[in-house]
């Protein structure tokens, strides 16, 4: 399956623009991290891209992403790819074993966080953004209450990058697609 087959699935089934700007965040990220570690950009990055594309028809832990798999292999996607996305919840028939699985839990919770604070700066960008920046908002257990803390912590640690060098690396993937994610703000890219 190559990123023009994924994403189409993605315009099938995801029709909220911001969930479709968080799985392309996770997407950046999984393609930061597989060039970084040596391994299938295109793989890592298409698992990153879909890993969410059931949250629409299938919104409760029970149902995403046990229920949308069936809708993947049926599209051709490899089980490779499946079962990461399967893994990147806590489904306890799926823990997560590889790289790639690892990686993608600790990308996928960390993005919000992320978008949220960019999104509150004056500049309203990633270009500016640092981990810093993330790291002060942390603090403030009101702030992206919707995000979860302990798994953002839990993915890094199990991905085995400390959680502020992975905030970092996170921001630098997402500034490659600020201009689709609408993060941009006021700058433009050095």
């Given at each position: 399956?190559?990123?023009?087959?994924?994403?189409?699935?993605?315009?099938?089934?995801?029709?909220?623009?911001?969930?479709?700007?968080?799985?392309?965040?996770?997407?950046?990220?999984?393609?930061?991290?597989a060039?970084?570690?040596?391994?299938?950009?295109?793989?890592w990055?298409?698992?990153?891209?879909?890993?969410?594309?059931?949250?629409?028809?299938?919104?409760?832990?029970?149902?995403?992403?046990?229920?949308?798999?069936?809708?993947?292999?049926?599209?051709?996607?490899?089980?490779?790819?499946?079962?990461?996305?399967?893994?990147?919840?806590?489904?306890?028939?799926?823990?997560?074993?590889?790289?790639?699985?690892?990686?993608?839990?600790?990308?996928?919770?960390?993005?919000?966080?992320?978008?949220?604070?960019?999104l509150?700066?004056?500049?309203?960008?990633?270009?500016?953004?640092?981990?810093?920046?993330?790291?002060?908002?942390w603090?403030?257990?009101?702030?992206?209450?919707?995000?979860?803390r302990?798994?953002?912590?839990?993915?890094?640690?199990?991905?085995?990058?400390?959680?502020?060098?992975?905030?970092?690396?996170?921001?630098?993937?997402?500034?490659?697609?600020?201009?689709?994610?609408?993060?941009?703000?006021?700058?433009?890219?050095?």
């Open positions: 399956m190559d990123r023009k087959q994924a994403f189409d699935i993605v315009n099938q089934y995801v029709k909220n623009q911001g969930l479709v700007h968080h799985m392309l965040c996770v997407e950046a990220a999984m393609r930061f991290y060039e970084k570690e040596g391994q299938d950009i295109e793989l990055g298409i698992t990153g891209l879909l890993h969410d594309f059931d949250w629409e028809i299938h919104p409760t832990r029970e149902g995403h992403p046990r229920d949308g798999a069936p809708l993947l292999r049926e599209a051709g996607v490899s089980e490779e790819v499946v079962r990461a996305i399967l893994a990147h919840s806590d489904l306890p028939e799926y823990p997560r074993q590889t790289r790639m699985e690892k990686a993608l839990f600790a990308c996928d919770e960390v993005t919000g966080l992320i978008t949220a604070v960019a509150v700066r004056p500049s309203r960008s990633l270009y500016d953004l640092e981990a810093s920046s993330v790291k002060k908002k603090k403030d257990k009101a702030f992206a209450a919707g995000t979860n302990e798994e953002m912590e839990q993915g890094a640690a199990d991905f085995g990058v400390p959680l502020w060098e992975h905030v970092q690396n996170v921001i630098l993937a997402m500034r490659k697609i600020a201009p689709e994610l609408g993060l941009e703000g006021s700058l433009r890219p050095e």
